[in-house]
């Protein structure tokens, strides 16, 4: 096979991302359309170099090749196998003809051989361990993988991995993994945003129900995707560490399966691309420091992150206002957020009166250092903001002033949550309204000189 690809200047070849930083330090590995010897590892482009007569004109066709004719016939005799292995014509409850099966049986084919020419397998035991793991895409009924969910702009110089319960760990991405998830620069997706993430959310042994392999292809995994743990996992670093974090991609590194593989490189699949940051990172932040999370402060997001998973309703929807707070792109959405968070913890259903929040807000905080007149002051003022936003008065300005000192509304109200927020997950279970005022209540009793 080397003979062959070194013997035509025709052979199809495709590259594959070199691991490289930008001047800022973030990884920028991405996924270019032609060669770059500086960027590039250049190889053999297997996808093009086997097929069937359904592809067009590859090089090698199976349609040529008996013993994978023969494998087609045992296919074809076994409609279930079939149904499993090619896509059915005339939609998912069909039957796959016998080009769409040959099709199939090529796919499988180049994805073995183009694995074992990567890697140097030689080794016939070695190459059915391959076989086996594609094998398993097709046909298990269930297939187990760790979620990765990568933070870009978001550094933990000090962690390879950091364990935050249930199975959810932060983990530091390594070269082989930056390098497999490379996206294009013609992706919908920013691929340099991608790209800039040093560590990931890694949520452990995830299960998928696999009706059909290439229902995966075209996005449709299985079950479906549960994020509440990453999404914890973000809020749990943006309370213990003040660090906006977000994602923008979920993947799944398969356990003991593929269904793919670039090069020599870990097997890396896409379950999904969704907007979970604010748009401002993807306007070139990654020519920019981003946020650096040193070790001292990454060692609160355990305690956090479990607190938070076992929280009562109120600190777990204050919780979610913070996060989604951190998406909006409009200030007056950030200060109902998080006033619907302040209100969540501090306020009382039988008793929105601002005063009573305001005073709660200010003896949490006080255990926090904050002077508790500030604090009084600042959440009577953020719940003012709050209430002429709501009925629709246009606001003369984005901030207030409290003992002379100027505050912008909408970072001042992500400040109050986060604060409080800090105070309620540091402890389990967590402080609640009435648990305030029976501290307020004490601290003014007097005792009776008549005892």
């Known amino acids: 096979m080397d003979d062959f690809i070194g013997s035509s200047a025709l052979v199809p070849q495709e590259y594959v991302p070199n691991y490289e930083e930008n001047e800022a330090g973030w990884p920028s590995v991405v996924s270019l359309d032609y060669n770059r010897s500086d960027k590039c590892t250049t190889t053999l482009k297997w996808r093009s170099l086997v097929g069937s007569k359904s592809d067009g004109r590859p090089k090698v066709s199976v349609s040529k090749i008996g013993e994978v004719q023969a494998l087609v016939d045992f296919i074809e005799s076994d409609s279930d196998l079939a149904h499993r292995l090619a896509l059915p014509s005339g939609g998912w409850e069909g039957k796959p003809d016998r080009d769409r099966i040959e099709f199939d049986v090529a796919i499988f084919l180049r994805e073995i051989l183009g694995r074992a020419h990567s890697t140097g397998i030689l080794d016939v035991a070695e190459m059915v361990l391959i076989y086996c793991r594609i094998e398993r895409s097709r046909l298990a009924e269930h297939l187990i993988g760790d979620l990765i969910v990568p933070l870009p702009l978001v550094k933990f110089p000090e962690t390879d991995e950091l364990k935050l319960g249930d199975g959810v760990s932060i983990v530091r991405l390594d070269e082989g993994t930056q390098r497999s998830r490379a996206r294009s620069t013609r992706d919908t997706l920013n691929a340099f945003l991608s790209a800039a993430a040093t560590h990931a959310v890694r949520i452990q042994s995830v299960s998928y129900d696999n009706p059909h392999w290439l229902r995966r292809m075209f996005g449709f995994w299985g079950n479906g995707t549960d994020l509440t743990r990453v999404d914890l996992a973000c809020q749990a670093i ?103 968070g302040i209100e969540a913890l501090v306020g009382d259903e039988h008793d929105e009166l601002t005063h009573r929040m305001a005073q709660r807000a200010a003896v949490v905080l006080a255990r926090r250092g904050h002077d508790p007149h500030s604090t009084y002051a600042i959440t009577k003022k953020v719940y003012g903001e709050r209430s002429s936003i709501v009925h629709g008065v246009v606001r003369k300005s984005k901030s207030f002033k409290v003992k002379g000192q100027e505050y912008h509304t909408s970072s001042t109200a992500r400040w109050l949550l986060r604060e409080l927020l800090t105070s309620a997950t540091s402890v389990s279970p967590a402080w609640t309204p009435a648990a305030i005022d029976q501290r307020i209540l004490a601290s003014a009793l007097i005792p009776d000189p008549e005892g």
Request: hydrophobic share 40%; aromatic share 6%.
């Open 238 to 340: 943006d309370i213990a560490t003040g660090a906006h974090v977000g994602y923008a991609e979920v993947l799944i590194r398969p356990l003991d399966w593929a269904e793919e593989w670039t090069y020599d490189l870990p097997a890396i699949h896409e379950v999904a691309t969704i907007r979970r940051h604010h748009e401002k990172l993807a306007e070139r932040g990654w020519h920019g420091p981003g946020t650096t999370v040193e070790s001292s402060a990454a060692a609160r997001i355990p305690t956090t992150f479990q607190n938070l998973s076992s929280s009562n309703l109120r600190v777990a929807l204050a919780a979610r206002r913070l996060f989604q707070s951190n998406l909006r792109t409009d200030d007056d959405d950030v200060v109902v957020d998080c006033c619907i």
